[in-house]
């Protein structure tokens, strides 16, 4: 999932080179090539299928691949072959940690708080809001739009950087990317658990993540020139950007009105910055937890040769997914993929509720890329040759997708 549900690419990724140039202020800059953008999938999904078959047709369950924390933690383990079965040009550009040591009760500590957040009164999490930000701190309902057009009324979340309360006091770039630089809202006299339970899921997913893009970096340096402060563990280290996001999906007394459709709970996308870290979503039913009572609900994804599969990972598993950006930074040698989430459906539906949380692991807003002449994704956005800062890329992102700044 992305912090940004409702950004759309299309259904096949992009293929990157593995050229890089330094422009004239010495930093390191990355180009998108030409290459044919079809790839073959290892994890052979039986049937292709097009958008329009999404409603009527079932689809492949394929397990995510897996790294024990216990290799993880090893930096001389060779992973090469996990990552690229999982990130690599034929993956499904996702992956778990299995065993992560204290992971399990920290996520219960965090899901279980999101519907306390919101059920919180309406005067509160109005105070909760940051409108200059886009909404990407603090709370959001409803400001967000579904692949409609509609407001997304079926999600709350809440935002805030786990790592940095105040990422910089600097005015000037708090004006220009209020989405990165803004300060956390915390609801610290009605709800002080929150900021706790928030941050210490976040620091210990945010520190699993700098793990593995260091086997990330060790396996895209077999194919291309990596130098010392060039690798996505750097590049996420030194990054002011990440974001968390705790989010709860409310009852419906009638169950899920959309439910013919994959992507009923969260639209189709393809995350734009680096890694994102997943948690198992926990669904709940009175205030109690429970398993989720319709097997086909859950993660999708389309794979490089258009074919679209289900994605399943461990209740106490952390999945890692790649996103747009660590394409282009790993020269094509890790590659995202589009996906979306599907709600249960069916009678058992009615008055279920799910809270699960993602950390977007991003660089920082002055680091720079650049774009081609022939831009493939994001097309309408972007312009030939563009040269910009992720802060910038993000900010064209949010000014499409989100409402403009207030």
């Not at 990407?136 to 309902?141: A, T």
């Not at 793990?211 to 280290?237: F, N, R, T, W």
């Not at 994605?311 to 747009?324: L, P, R, T, W």
């Amino acid at each position: 999932m992305s912090s940004h549900s409702q950004l759309m690419t299309p259904s096949t990724s992009l293929v990157l080179s593995k050229t890089r140039s330094h422009n004239h202020d010495g930093l390191n800059t990355y180009r998108f090539s030409k290459r044919c953008r079809s790839r073959q999938i290892l994890c052979r999904a039986k049937t292709t299928v097009s958008a329009e078959s999404e409603s009527q047709s079932s689809f492949p369950t394929l397990t995510t691949v897996s790294i024990p924390f216990s290799q993880l933690k090893d930096k001389n383990a060779d992973l090469s072959l996990k990552i690229d079965e999982g990130f690599g040009r034929n993956g499904l550009g996702i992956l778990s940690v299995t065993d992560v040591p204290g992971y399990s009760s920290l996520r219960a500590n965090l899901l279980h708080l999101a519907p306390r957040l919101a059920n919180l009164p309406k005067e509160v999490k109005e105070d909760l809001e940051d409108p200059h930000s886009r909404y990407n701190f603090g709370w959001s309902h409803g400001k967000e739009k579904l692949e409609s057009g509609n407001p997304d009324l079926l999600k709350g979340s809440f935002y805030a950087n786990p790592i940095l309360d105040t990422p910089t006091t600097d005015p000037c770039l708090i004006q220009r990317y209020p989405s990165y630089c803004g300060s956390n809202i915390w609801p610290r006299s009605s709800l002080p658990e929150l900021e706790v339970a928030f941050k210490a899921l976040g620091k210990l997913m945010f520190d699993v993540g700098l793990m593995l893009a260091y086997h990330c970096d060790q396996y895209v340096s077999k194919g291309m020139k990596i130098h010392k402060d060039e690798g996505l563990k750097p590049i996420l280290h030194r990054s002011r950007c990440h974001k968390g996001r705790l989010l709860y999906y409310f009852p419906s007394q009638q169950g899920i009105q959309d439910g013919n459709s994959i992507s009923s709970w969260c639209g189709w996308h393809t995350d734009h910055g680096s890694l994102t870290g997943l948690t198992c979503g926990m669904f709940m039913r009175d205030g109690r937890e429970i398993p989720c009572p319709d097997s086909a609900a859950g993660l999708y994804i389309r794979t490089r040769s258009d074919q679209i599969v289900k994605v399943v990972y461990g209740k106490d598993d952390i999945a890692y997914q790649i996103g747009e950006t660590t394409e282009i930074l790993s020269g094509g040698y890790l590659c995202a993929t589009p996906h979306c989430v599907q709600a249960p459906k069916g009678k058992g539906t009615a008055g279920i509720e799910r809270s699960t949380f993602a950390l977007f692991m991003q660089p920082d807003w002055d680091e720079r890329l650049s774009f081609p002449e022939e831009i493939h994704i994001h097309k309408e956005l972007i312009p030939s040759n563009a040269a910009l800062t992720f802060g910038e890329y993000s900010e064209i992102l949010l000014d499409k997708y989100y409402h403009q700044k207030q």
